[in-house]
T-cell receptor, first 114, second 112 residues
Framework: ETGVTQSPTHLIKTRGQQVTLRCSSQSGHNTVSWYQQALGQGPQFIFQ???????GRGNFPPRFSGLQFPNYSSELNVNALELDDSALYLC?????????????FGSGTQLSVL | EDQVTQSPEALRLQEGESSSLNCSYTVSGLRGLFWYRQDPGKGPEFLFTLYSAGEEKEKERLKATLTKKESFLHITAPKPEDSATYLC?????????????FGKGTHLIIQP
């Protein structure tokens, strides 16, 4: 059984650029959610995808967008990067559409915006 | 607005010295309360889910309890490998996929 994998592990961008982060969910899981974790803070919910559709969103602006593919892997896209977007971005998968939130997290992508 | 507050922010214990971490929450309706462990450079790792007041769950040296306003994570005779940040999170009832609301965590250090 493979776990949740994220790529890249680290990324440096400049303000105004766009970034795409990738996530492969755990085998058998059809739900993927994304979280942002700033230094010293708990993770904050960005959005969730179930069977290729967004079915829940936190308090993040539209420049944060995502995709889920037929194999349940996912992408997080962030446009017009701001300095405050610097954080650890965590992907989590689960097997039940937001009902049982026993989440399996990847190790994250550390994004630095300069 | 749903809120989760964890205390203390940091805790340093000697090996074998038992203690408790606190998670207080304010939500419109609790579906479940979750405890996760996070090691440096890693994503959170699931520990427990609690659903109703009075519920308790145990795993090795950890025991989680739940009341109507707070949850405790009791650590009995901890070892250095228990050092980590412990995160509490809530999911509210209401049917929507609103994700989890996390606290800031308690950074636990166990000294040999």
């Amino acid at each position: 059984e493979t776990g949740v994998t994220q790529s890249p592990t680290h990324l440096i961008k400049t303000r105004g650029q766009q970034v795409t982060l990738r996530c492969s969910s755990q085998s058998g899981h059809n739900t993927v959610s994304w979280y942002q974790q700033a230094l010293g803070q708990g993770p904050q919910f960005i959005f969730q995808y179930y069977r290729e559709e967004e079915n829940g969103r936190g308090n993040f602006p539209p420049r944060f967008s995502g995709l889920q593919f037929p194999n349940y892997s996912s992408e997080l896209n962030v446009n017009a990067l701001e300095l405050d977007d610097s954080a650890l971005y965590l992907c989590a998968s689960s097997s039940n559409r937001g009902i049982d939130e026993k989440l399996f997290f990847g190790s994250g992508t550390q994004l630095s915006v300069l | 607005e749903d809120q989760v507050t964890q205390s203390p922010e940091a805790l340093r214990l000697q090996e074998g010295e038992s203690s408790s971490l606190n998670c207080s929450y304010t939500v419109s309706g609790l579906r479940g309360l979750f405890w996760y462990r996070q090691d440096p450079g890693k994503g959170p790792e699931f520990l427990f889910t609690l659903y109703s007041a009075g519920e308790e769950k145990e795993k090795e040296r950890l025991k989680a309890t739940l009341t109507k306003k707070e949850s405790f994570l009791h650590i009995t005779a901890p070892k250095p490998e228990d050092s980590a940040t412990y995160l509490c999170a809530v999911q509210v009832s209401g049917g929507g996929a609103d994700g989890l609301t996390f606290g800031k965590g308690t950074h636990l250090i166990i000294q040999p």
